[in-house]
């Protein structure tokens, strides 16, 4: 007795068609992530585009973003180049009748994971860039001295009021023996007028013996002596203590370096005056 022979039934139609359709939905999957990764790797310049607009102190590095998107669009090229493979090997299979092999969802359910994963990683990484802005918000206006580098003025908040800096800045240049040329109360005289402007005073110093080298060695630094600090209070009732960047008067009039001290003390005082 021969064994009986085993024929294969050639597949359907209806399961090319069902192919089919499992290969464009996977081509969508591909585009999908491709498309979502550009939109996370271009997030980073967002982020960048903000921090420019909202005139941040030091840009926030946004990098992560970049890698994340890279990784999206990488994860959905290999989904497409596997599927279109998946796809003829199928066709194959069903072409030759081997259409009782089963296949594996592995892809599928690699794919949810490692889209959960990368979930996880963005809201990990805007919570963190979150907080590192507010925190760097919060330093640049309340703790650390906020430098302006398109106008040379240096801004370092103050623990007291107008009236008690400015107070405490005349005792410290009286103890140290440097002139106080003229206080000059701008909230006082824009009252006189009858016009409204929160608590503002302008303190101009200094001691002839360090100026005269400057205006020596540099004349054009007389346009900026005596030194100048000014004590005013924002919208939202703080009190802040603003003056000119030593480095700043240095690049701008060419101050020898050897009389940056002369001008430098400006620093320590608006220190002293704001603890």
């Known amino acids: 007795m021969g064994s009986p022979i085993e024929t294969k039934q050639k597949a359907d139609v209806r399961d090319y068609l069902a192919a089919e359709r499992t290969l464009l939905a996977w081509i969508r999957t591909g585009l999908a992530l491709m498309g979502f990764g550009f939109v996370v790797a271009r997030f980073g310049l967002f982020l960048q585009q903000l921090q420019a607009i ?12 970049l890698w994340f998107g890279t990784a999206l669009i990488a994860a959905g090229v290999m989904v497409n180049v596997f599927a279109g493979w998946r796809h003829v090997r199928l066709v194959r299979e069903m072409d030759r009748g081997d259409t009782a092999r089963s296949h594996s969802s592995v892809l599928a359910v690699a794919i949810a994971f490692f889209l959960a994963l990368v979930g996880l990683a963005m809201a990990i990484y805007l919570i963190s860039v979150r907080t590192s802005t507010r925190s760097q918000s919060q330093n640049s206006k309340e703790v650390s001295m906020m430098s302006e580098r398109d106008n040379g003025i240096v801004n370092t908040p103050s623990r007291h009021s107008v009236d008690q800096t400015v107070g405490k800045l005349e005792a410290i240049l009286q103890a140290k023996g440097i002139t106080l040329f003229a206080l000059v109360d701008h909230s006082g005289e824009a009252a006189k007028v009858g016009m409204t402007l929160p608590p503002t005073k ?15 060695a540099a004349p054009s630094s007389a346009i900026d002596l005596p030194l100048k600090i000014l004590v005013w209070e924002d919208g ?5 203590i603003s003056y000119n960047s030593p480095q700043y008067l ?8 050897e009389l940056l001290p002369n001008i430098a003390v400006v620093g320590a005082l608006a220190a002293a005056g704001g603890s």
């Open 202 to 216: 302008l303190l101009i110093f200094g001691s002839p013996k360090a100026g005269t080298p400057l205006m020596v």
């Open 250 to 257: 240095a690049d701008r009039h060419r101050i020898p370096p």
């Open 236 to 240: 939202e009732g703080k009190v802040w």
């Open 54 to 65: 909202q005139h941040s102190v030091s840009a926030q590095s946004t990098g992560l973003s």
